[in-house]
């Protein structure tokens, strides 16, 4: 079993950066491919980016492509997504998942279907 806690969202200007955080219970962290999405009120849950167990491989959709990077530490059961160049529409509640599967590909970790765990998500706003 994982628990996933996601932390750093808020209110920021357009523009600006935030880093979310999402730390994970259990020592079987480092064998997880871990994801990003996000949902704005009246949408659908959205891809944002995923990241392999070992942090090698990493994909992201193309709306956050260039802006957002994905990392993790796996010592500190720790995946982040650094968020720069903010732009209101990148409002939402941000979700952090885990997978038992192996990374495979940007297109194969988009998919919700694949992840076994999720977090309660962070709001981040971001103002005009």
């Known amino acids: 079993q994982v628990q996933l806690v996601e932390s750093g969202g808020g209110l920021v200007q357009a523009g600006g950066s935030l880093r979310l955080s999402c730390a994970a219970s259990g020592r079987t962290f480092r064998s997880y491919a871990m994801g990003w999405f996000r949902q704005a009120p009246g949408k659908e849950r959205e891809f944002v980016g995923g990241?392999?167990?070992?942090?090698?491989?990493?994909g992201y959709a193309d709306s956050v492509k260039g802006r957002f990077t994905i990392s993790r530490d796996n010592a500190k059961n720790t995946v982040y997504l650094q968020m720069n160049s903010l732009k209101p529409e990148d409002t939402a509640v941000y979700y952090c998942a885990a997978t038992w599967q192996s990374w495979q590909s940007t297109g194969w970790v988009s998919k919700t279907s694949v992840y076994d765990y999720w977090g309660q998500g962070t709001q981040v706003t971001v103002s005009s």
């Open positions: 990241i392999s167990w070992s942090g090698g491989s990493t």
